[in-house]
């Protein structure tokens, strides 16, 4: 991946598709808000450079925007998803991909959809919607799923209580190497206590597009 351009009108584009979120899942678009945050700071501290750490916050910001297509039913359901539940779940990377499509008549948002799509992809190739393996799933797209993972297990649902850091840290830990980047995960374990104790642009741009 180059350097590259980012269009003037991505922030205003951001916030708006953001707002629409917002108004439907106010939990989605706040993980959604952390999960660009946490994916700009691990592709950061994987030696990303300024450009592809952009596409990694608009990539991971965008991830569960096709959540918005998804019946809240499903999304909040406090117990385990039926088979067809789920299968409509699996569908939303693909809802995501859609909704941001459009955009990508300009390079930088071409950029985001095959890590939008490819969120849930997993390094053994069990992961959805396309069985992608190893470094056949784009690198940022690795990323994402080690933030969302956290920020998914970390955080307390009306259904479950977040589970504490050592606890998130150690199933990261178990599942390198099969369903998360295992030097990914390594360098997330070295780095993200530095995080919380962080101000940086991502932590402003999340403040220019949070939606009041």
């Known amino acids: 991946m180059s350097w590259g351009q980012i269009p003037e009108w991505t922030y205003e584009a951001a916030k708006a598709l953001m707002a629409s979120l917002n108004t439907v899942d106010p939990l989605t678009y706040q993980h959604c808000l952390r999960v660009g945050e946490m994916s700009r700071k691990l592709a950061r501290d994987a ?6 750490q952009k596409i990694a916050e608009f990539s991971g910001m965008f991830h569960d925007i096709g959540k918005i297509g998804i019946s809240q039913e499903i999304i909040a359901k406090p117990g385990k998803l039926d088979p067809k539940e789920l299968d409509i779940m699996r569908n939303h990377p693909i809802l995501s991909e859609d909704i941001i499509k459009p955009l990508a008549v300009h390079d930088f948002f071409a950029r985001l959809l095959p890590n939008i799509r490819g969120h849930h992809e997993r390094m053994d190739g069990e992961g959805y919607p396309d ?4 470094e056949d799933v784009p690198l940022i ?3 994402i799923l080690v933030v969302d993972t956290y920020d998914a297990m970390s955080q307390t649902r009306a259904y479950r209580k977040g589970l504490p850091d050592e606890v998130v840290y150690a199933e990261l830990k178990r599942c390198a190497g099969t369903q998360f ?3 990914l995960v390594r360098i997330f ?12 642009e991502a932590e402003t741009k999340a403040k220019i597009i949070k939606v009041a």
């Open 141 to 143: 797209a690795r990323v």
């Open 189 to 200: 374990l070295q780095a993200h206590a530095t995080w919380k104790n962080q101000e940086d």
């Open 181 to 183: 980047d295992a030097q």
């Open 131 to 134: 069985r992608l393996m190893g």
């Open 47 to 52: 030696g990303l450079n300024e450009f592809e």
